[in-house]
């Protein structure tokens, strides 16, 4: 059985070299290790019992309280999709190491799940930039014009979410 003063580890394979460690929203520690390493390496044990003992002031001291759901999440997609006249093909959540959302070509909105632990309004600002994606595909002027009348004030929530580590 677990600890639940032990805070939950998760550990990634990713395509790299080195290994690193951060603590997500969630109060969870993500511990990205290179592809060919297997999670019981020596090497990886030392580096998180290392690492969770620097990591130990940044851990919150009780778990946080997610605000949102993956189920209020998908109704404010749907109401904003309304109102901006648009259809995503899918919505759908996954974990994401460097990003809050995307937007793919083929009209699939990609949420990232620690949105749920975000203020309502940088949710929103999440959910209607995808969306204004499915008109705007890139990031050119017209894309922040068509943001901007959704959401006049998107270049305060944007750098306030960039004080946010995903």
């Not at 990591?55 to 778990?63: A, S």
């Not at 699939?108 to 749920?116: A, D, P, R």
């Not at 994606?133 to 990031?139: I, K, Q, V």
């Not at 050119?140 to 979410?161: H, I, K, M, V």
Request: net charge positive; aromatic share 8%.
């Amino acid at each position: 059985m677990s600890n639940p003063d032990e805070p939950v580890i998760h550990i990634q394979h990713q395509n790299r070299k080195t290994l690193s460690m951060r603590v997500n929203l969630a109060g969870e520690v993500i511990v990205a290790i290179p592809n060919w390493m297997k999670p019981t390496h020596p090497q990886v044990k030392k580096f998180i019992k290392q690492g969770l003992q620097k990591l130990d002031k940044l851990m919150p001291d009780e778990k946080p309280e997610a605000e949102h759901t993956q189920a209020s999440i998908r109704r404010m997609v749907t109401t904003w999709a309304k109102r901006m006249d648009v259809k995503p093909k899918r919505v759908q959540f996954r974990q994401m190491t460097r990003k809050w959302g995307s937007c793919s070509s083929r009209g699939s909105i990609t949420l990232n799940e620690m949105l749920c632990y975000l203020p309502h309004r940088l949710v929103e600002y999440v959910v209607v930039h995808e969306l204004a994606h499915l008109t705007e595909l890139n990031h050119d002027p017209a894309f922040w014009s068509l943001l901007g009348q959704y959401l006049p004030d998107y270049a305060t929530l944007e750098d306030e979410l960039n004080g946010y580590h995903v």
